[in-house]
């Protein structure tokens, strides 16, 4: 199971104001703080990225979003630890 999004997360964002069909559907972010709490949607993140456009028709690099608006990218996991051994050699 993976952990709830969190500030410095990856994230996509599948829904908006507009439901599936707006603006930034389908666009990557990177998720900045927590704004607060809204009456129906929610908590609210600051996300971070490029051609993101308001609710208010202005296009820039960030916006406020639902959290429900937004699916976690998880991060790729970490290469396996490498286990080698190291024989000593004697003349």
């Not at 809204?38 to 028709?57: N, P």
């Amino acid at each position: 199971m993976s952990e709830p999004i969190k500030s410095g997360d990856h994230a996509i964002i599948i829904e908006g104001a507009l439901g599936t069909t707006g603006p930034n559907v389908g666009k990557r972010v990177r998720v900045g703080l927590l704004q607060g709490e809204h009456s129906v949607y929610g908590r609210i993140w600051r996300v971070h990225g490029e051609g993101l456009t308001t609710e208010y028709g202005a296009t820039g690099t960030e916006l406020d979003c639902a959290q429900s608006w937004l699916k976690k990218i998880e991060p790729p996991a970490p290469p396996p630890v490498s286990t080698t051994t190291r024989d000593e050699i004697t003349a």
